[in-house]
């Protein structure tokens, strides 16, 4: 594996190691973020378990048909970022680029329709707090339940705009031909953090969005 | 390792035209009534499904090195401590109230 003519930062013994310090430092980080959500995932199912109705009751609250969109499209903003790591590798540079700002434009459609369901909730009073429009037995419990959805897909959404700046920072880069056939780490990695900020809503969407239509 | 594994435009389509076929499914099934909890294990199988599928195939995890399989499972396996330990004593406080009277 080791190819010496490759650069290297000079604490790495070739460009090889070094791409797997990058790799093993990336799955470390996301091993925090599984943590992360993971305690938001645990609080979710204790209090699902104390209020079943409650939740079901407010899942059905939810757009379904936008929530089913939306994990189309992230799902195909993952398929082209897939595409650009491939671009990378293959040190294609056009259709890296290409593949990038198409991943940045879906993740971009995924934030304006989160943005239209957030607008609805507020529109439609389902924010906890003073100004709660639910009222009877199940409220209290419905307000816990928009409280996790909006911590949930708030922080899930903070991802997703880090996610923007990030691939922005590659696209400049990819511009100045920083990548090549030897070197495309940091594509491979970012990629690494998009598909896991997918794979967080692959989740998200049954728990938030599914809870319930079956007892409607 | 993962560097240098190219993966064919073909297979990641075809990874991503499942995904989608599980996301309508799991869409769909949520308005039938499988009774009981069988809803709810359905959708989490289903999510799993995909999950395992995007960190095999986009995440290249299927082509890397047993070591960054050791790091991912350590990630999970302390997820799963979260879940059941928490779960162990927060399911169980109704039997202990119910022994109690």
Redesign the interface.
Known sequence: ?SDSNLAHAHQFDDA?QQ??AS??GM??F??TE??FF??M??GY??YR?DYPAAFADASNRLD?TLG?IN??VL??S??T???A??SA??GARRPLIACLGLTMALGAVFLGIKFTEYYQKFVEHLVPGGGFGLSGPLAGAEQIFFSFYFAMTGMHALHMIIGLGLLTALIVKARRGRFSVAYNTPV?VI??YW??V??VW??L???L???G???? | MSAGHVVSVKLYAAIFGTLLVLTLATAGAAFIDLGGSLNAILALLIAGAKALLVILFFMHVLYSSRLTWVFIGAGFFWLLILLALTLADVLSRGWLQAAVG
């Open positions: 594996m090889a791409h797997e790799w093993l799955w470390i996301l091993g599984i943590m993971g305690g995932f645990l199912t204790v378990g379904i089913t994990t189309a799902i195909l993952s398929f970022m897939a595409l790591v491939r590798q293959l491979e990629g690494l598909h896991f997918d794979i692959i989740f969407f049954p728990l969005y599914l809870v239509r079956h007892l409607q």
